[in-house]
């Protein structure tokens, strides 16, 4: 199946209404800026931040409070180095969340076109 990466958003209003409480285990998100399913995380930081370790806490332990739904966390990483994929890939291996992971990786030495793309990537598979 191909789908296009350029098409138009998908307009919010024609959407279902979110209501699926997702939990992190991370109290700063989950009090204060807490996620539903089909809500996009955006993680930015800096060299020296504890990003990765942030980033795969938040994909391994996602759960949708109140049922047994099987869900996918859709993660996408743009200019990330080759050790922070790794760690990515052997964390979400060691602990299962690779099962219920799509993942979409930019490495900070492949083509900077990519890291217009990847983000497109990453959001047609959620929406699909």
Do not use: C, W
Request: glycine share 6%; charged share 20%; aromatic share 8%.
């Amino acid at each position: 199946m191909k789908l296009d990466i350029n098409g138009q958003p998908i307009n919010p209003v024609a959407r279902d209404y979110p209501n699926e409480f997702i939990q992190t285990g991370i109290s700063a998100i989950d009090g204060l800026n807490t996620l539903v399913r089909g809500q996009k995380l955006p993680v930015f930081s800096m060299s020296g931040m504890p990003h990765a370790e942030l980033a795969a806490q938040i994909a391994r332990q996602a759960k949708v409070i109140g049922s047994d739904a099987k869900f996918a966390v859709v993660f996408a990483a743009v200019g990330i180095t080759f050790e922070e994929a790794d760690f990515f890939i052997s964390d979400f291996r060691k602990t299962g969340a690779i099962e219920r992971a799509v993942m979409f990786i930019n490495l900070a030495n492949d083509p900077a076109v990519e890291r217009i793309s990847t983000p497109r990537m990453a959001l047609t598979a959620a929406e699909y």
